[in-house]
């Protein structure tokens, strides 16, 4: 059952929403308990493959699809209140986040935390496009949008040792 109370696991689910599986599996549910909102978008260049976005409550569940209805992220704003390992929610200030990680990282417009690829917090405007270290960023900025995805592909490739 979808649950906005539900914790947050990397990689792998939110809300009780997993990654990998049919929003078909989630849609008598969700319409039955959520007011929802789809719409149809298309990723940037250069792949401009679609995909459907299936938001929950304005905003406290946000799960995109592919074209075939696989789910591939589900996110949340700050009317979300389940917390990844119990310290971590849509929310939160940036001060807080320092405070509970021992690394972020700027990737693509969101953070990154502790090298965990499989969560994100999205950046706000302005700050997504123009923060590139973290000291930019406001400690009172609040972070409203947290995302469980597959972002490895992200994640800085090791330089292989010369024997």
């Known amino acids: 059952m979808v649950d906005i109370n539900a914790d947050i696991i990397s990689f792998k689910s939110m809300g ?11 849609l008598d549910d969700i319409f039955s ?7 149809q978008y298309s990723l940037p260049f250069p792949s401009e493959e679609k995909r459907h976005g299936y938001t929950l409550d304005h905003g406290a569940l946000i799960i995109s699809t592919t074209p075939d209805d696989i789910i591939v992220s589900v996110g949340g704003n700050e009317d979300y209140c389940g917390k990844y390992n119990g310290t971590l929610y849509p929310g939160m200030t940036m001060e807080a986040l320092i405070r509970h990680a021992k690394e972020l990282r ?11 690829y499989g969560l994100s917090f999205s950046l706000p405007a302005p700050y997504d ?3 590139d270290v973290i000291q930019q960023i406001p400690l009172d900025l609040p972070l409203n ?9 992200w994640a800085p490739k090791q330089k292989k040792k010369r024997s």
């Open 106 to 116: 700027i990737v693509n417009g969101s953070l990154i935390v502790d090298g965990d």
């Open 129 to 131: 496009e123009i923060a």
């Open 145 to 153: 949008e947290i995302y469980v995805c597959d972002h490895s592909a």
């Open 16 to 26: 009780n929403v997993c990654l990998g599986q049919s929003i078909d599996f989630y």
């Open 33 to 39: 308990r959520y007011d929802v909102d789809i719409k």
